[in-house]
């Protein structure tokens, strides 16, 4: 069962492969521990539409999604959404980070990111794999 779905950030991050121990954490993962939303993956395939190598974009989106499974969007996701908006109608967040935390609250998975500013919402667990603390790999 899944334990983390990550945020478009550590998607990048990944394919990238900077900062490392984004890579690092993830492969202290078990199988099928790490997911990446539909919602995601739209905001990914928007930016290799749209960046200066859409090739190696591809490739890098491809290798990724070669590793992590990603989950559609259900209508009980869809029913999360209304508290996450409602929590902030206003704020800076956006639309799509509010769609991958109701995605996250309805799965019941911990979102990884490194805005973690951008998914403070009532039930929803967040991780910032970017940062390295003394003594501390990140596993969790």
């Not at 990446?36 to 539409?49: D, F, I, K, P, R």
């Not at 959404?81 to 980070?97: F, L, N, Q, T």
Request: with cysteine.
């Amino acid at each position: 069962m899944a334990k983390y779905m990550l945020d478009t950030n550590m998607c990048i991050f990944l394919m990238k492969n900077h900062p490392e121990q984004v890579a690092r954490r993830l492969a202290q993962c078990g199988e099928g521990d790490v997911v990446v939303s539909a919602v995601t993956l739209a905001e990914l395939e928007y930016g290799v539409s749209v960046s200066a190598n859409p090739m190696a974009s591809r490739k890098a989106l491809r290798r990724l999604l070669d590793k992590l499974p990603v989950l559609s969007w259900s209508a009980s996701a869809a029913k999360a959404y209304a508290p996450v908006r409602a929590a902030r109608p206003k704020g800076k967040a956006d639309a799509m980070d509010k769609l991958i935390a109701a995605h996250a609250i309805d799965r019941k998975v911990m979102v990884v990111t490194n805005n973690t500013k951008d998914f403070a919402y009532p039930g929803l667990s967040v991780e910032d794999w970017t940062i390295v603390t003394r003594g501390h790999n990140g596993a969790g």
